[in-house]
């Protein structure tokens, strides 16, 4: 099969419940918004910032160590068995040990009136531990679909336990007259608040492994602890880098917490973790594209033309993200609405939008450029690399959020990206060349940028006179791209036509 049609159909199935998940997330928001205040809400972008760290520490590695040992060892089998047998061990041993602990744990971070919420987050970490490797088998075996299936069902339940817990709930209790008025009594407290988010999640994470057990049973666990050591010296640079990166990634949540005045912080985290969400559509994009193109490149790596696949895979990465970068931009007016009426105290954080889109935009090409370390087996220089930007990101947010709040933590955001991408470009070129063709990188980036700008300086006191104008630019990349790339188009059609 033509290797890009290939990449592309597996980008598009597992796009799907990426693509409903993040809509239907940000769809969320505007709930959120409307019934809780900024505090409130910076509340559950600081807990779900740790769980982005945790869910690290909990699969270790093991992810994208089940995908080249897959493809190193005949027994598959048992590469999955030991893997799956060492993250139900570890994710045991770590419910256990937060529910014990809740109290403390909570009293550190400064929620001493709810240690409910370690025991939910223990409960859906491990779970979720759980879930990651039989998700990763679904995407070593190219079973796309049931992964799609599986993490729409998650998705579902998850949206669907928001709006019955925030909306359907709180409204039958205003009608004691209702049928449902009894049941809803009995399970609903609004006391709980913000709780109710947190709830739906331990319920969607429930249900999602709980389908995935047929799978997980039939799996006969076991554990070899050769294979285990052989596989550690691969995973643990790896979720050392997990953790630098999503250090990059979240851990200004939690520093604008502790470092803004304590009447202010947690308003700021929720008027940020808000506005961050409209970058979803690039975030949605590149979280995608690595779910499809990790076992794609691995597949691809004894291909005697790889390099030359890398090369326009990362082509039509940039053109891609490009497309959803002016989109976004030309269409801001509007699609701010979704924070809410005009003048919210959510509209403030607006400027961090664009320089979110493009830091996004450069994590997504380090991911494309760290198939270079993987394939070679030098993993560490993933550890390397994240590392160097986490220094940033830490030295950025402590050294400017005093000063310039959370926009501080945006650029240092962006900076970090720019700055792995660069670097990792500049040492992968030395360890495992592939020739990208950076004329057209930077011509595209360049040009998207040009076009955004002159959309921030001429501006329509009409809505509609300045929407048409701005997505007029919108095409006119869009028609440049295609003039530069149709014979690359052609050529890549007429391969797929003749396998």
């Known amino acids: 099969m033509n290797p890009f049609k290939k990449l592309a159909g597996q980008t598009a199935v597992y796009g799907l419940p990426?693509?409903?998940?993040?809509?239907?997330?940000s769809l969320l928001v505007p709930i959120y918004v409307r019934n809780f205040l900024p505090a409130e809400y910076g509340t559950v972008n600081?807990?779900?910032a740790y769980v982005s760290f945790l869910i690290i520490v909990l699969t270790y590695g093991m992810e994208t160590a089940l995908f080249n040992f897959s493809r190193l060892h005949e027994n598959k089998q048992k590469v999955y068995s030991t893997i799956l047998t060492s993250v139900i061990i570890t994710s045991g041993i770590f419910i256990g040990g937060l529910i014990l602990f809740s109290q403390p744990i909570a009293n550190l971070i400064r929620y001493p009136d709810h240690p409910e919420y370690i025991t939910w987050f223990a409960l859906i970490l491990g779970l979720d531990a759980i879930s990651a490797i039989a998700f990763a088998k679904l995407r070593e075996q190219n079973k796309a679909k049931n992964f799609a299936a599986i993490r729409m069902l998650n998705i579902v339940l998850y949206a669907g336990f928001n709006i019955f817990f925030i909306i359907v709930c709180p409204k039958i209790l205003h009608?004691?007259?209702?049928?449902?008025?009894?049941?809803?009594?009995k399970i609903y407290s609004p006391e709980v608040g913000i709780g109710y988010i947190f709830i739906s999640n331990l319920i969607a994470s429930a249900v999602t492994l709980v389908v995935q057990l047929?799978?997980?049973?039939?799996?006969?666990?076991?554990?070899?602890?050769?294979?285990?050591?052989?596989?550690?010296?691969?995973?643990?640079?790896?979720l050392i880098a997990g953790l630098a990166g999503m250090t990059n990634e979240t851990m200004d949540r939690i520093l604008l917490k502790y470092l803004l005045p304590s009447n202010i912080a947690l308003a700021q985290v929720g008027i940020y973790g808000a506005c961050y969400k409209i970058s979803i559509i690039m975030t949605m994009f590149v979280q995608t594209f690595r779910y499809?193109?990790?076992?794609?490149?691995?597949?691809?790596?004894?291909?005697?033309?790889?390099?030359?696949?890398?090369?326009?895979?990362?082509?039509?990465?940039v053109i891609v993200c490009m497309i959803i970068f002016l989109g976004t931009m030309m269409n801001i007016s509007w699609i701010k609405y979704y924070l809410g009426a005009k003048g919210n105290a959510y509209w403030d954080g607006l400027g961090v939008v664009p320089i979110l889109l493009l830091a996004n935009f450069c994590l997504g090409v380090f991911f494309n450029l760290s198939i270079w370390y993987k394939l070679a087996d030098k993993t560490r220089f993933g550890a390397y690399l994240t590392i160097f930007g986490a220094v940033i990101t830490?030295?950025?947010?402590?050294?400017?959020?005093?000063?310039?709040?959370?926009?501080?933590?945006?650029?240092?955001?962006?900076?970090?990206y720019a700055a792995m991408m660069i670097v990792?470009?500049?040492?992968?070129n030395k360890h495992y060349t592939v020739n990208y063709d950076l004329k057209r990188f930077l011509g595209y980036v360049t040009l998207s940028l040009i076009l955004y700008a002159f959309s921030r300086y001429v501006e329509f006191d009409s809505v509609a006179a300045d929407l048409s104008m701005k997505n007029s630019l919108l095409l006119f990349f869009i028609i440049v791209v295609f003039i530069f790339e149709r014979k690359n188009l052609f050529r890549i059609q007429n391969a797929g036509q003749n396998n």
């Open 292 to 317: 499809a193109a990790e076992p794609f490149f691995f597949s691809h790596a004894k291909e005697q033309n790889a390099n030359q696949v890398y090369s326009q895979v990362m082509n039509y990465f």
């Open 394 to 416: 830490l030295i950025g947010n402590i050294v400017f959020i005093p000063m310039y709040g959370y926009l501080a933590s945006a650029w240092a955001t962006l900076i970090c």
């Open 175 to 185: 009608h004691p007259d209702s049928a449902f008025y009894s049941f809803v009594q």
């Open 424 to 428: 990792s470009y500049l040492i992968g």
């Open 46 to 48: 600081e807990m779900y």
């Open 18 to 25: 990426t693509i409903i998940g993040r809509l239907l997330n």
């Open 214 to 238: 047929p799978s997980v049973l039939r799996t006969k666990l076991s554990f070899d602890f050769s294979l285990f050591k052989a596989m550690m010296p691969y995973a643990f640079p790896l």
